[in-house]
């Protein structure tokens, strides 16, 4: 297995993505709620999570999803942790009620880390098309993409107690992330 350094590199397109195998440092990151969650966890699967901007009218449609069947995916022994590149004060409003946790990297260091990039065909793709019009409907507007997260595309890590990646997804478009029963599956394979 490979180890993936926790030192920041460069922000750049070209960041090397992750694949199944490769082992990710230990680091602890702060939530927008203030608490502390740890990457890996010791006692559970991780899926971690990287969606766009904390307006993204797409990812809160998604993480809508997985905060109905969060005790599902709780039982099915995954931690949720979904990162956003906005900064804790824009996310509050969208992401500051859900069960699991969620993490403000505005400076993109995280997704750096993990290889996640932005593309034009993020929104361009029409199979984002539906999502984009289903979140529009949502009970909340989308709000500002801070940070150019409107290019931003999503990816689903599932990461071992031991640190390493047991399964990647590194979206095409800005719908392109696991359903809950894709991550349900996953997880019983992983277990």
């Known amino acids: 297995m490979k180890n993936v350094s926790s030192i920041e590199r460069p922000a750049v397109r070209s960041a090397r993505r992750l694949a199944p195998g490769d082992v990710v440092s230990p680091r602890a990151v702060e939530t927008i709620t203030a608490r502390t969650t740890r990457l890996p966890d010791p006692e559970s699967l991780v899926h971690l999570q990287f969606r766009r901007f904390a307006g993204c009218p797409v990812c809160n449609l998604h993480l809508r999803s997985v905060a109905r069947r969060h005790d599902e995916i709780r039982a099915a022994g995954v931690v949720e ?10 996310m509050l409003p ?8 969620t993490v403000a990297d505005p400076d993109k260091k995280l997704y750096v880390a993990f290889g ?76």
């Open 81 to 90: 942790v979904a990162v956003f590149h906005s900064p804790v004060e824009a």
């Open 116 to 191: 996640v990039e932005s593309s034009p065909r993020a929104l361009l793709d029409p199979r984002a098309w539906p999502a984009l019009v289903r979140g529009a409907l949502t009970r909340r507007p989308a709000g500002p993409d801070e940070g150019g997260g409107g290019l931003g595309l999503p990816a689903d890590f599932l990461i071992g107690p031991e640190g390493g990646i047991r399964e990647v997804r590194y979206g095409r478009h800005a719908d392109d992330q696991w359903p809950v029963e894709e991550l349900l599956r996953l997880a019983a394979v992983h277990r």
């Open 94 to 101: 969208y992401q500051g009620d859900l069960p699991f946790a």
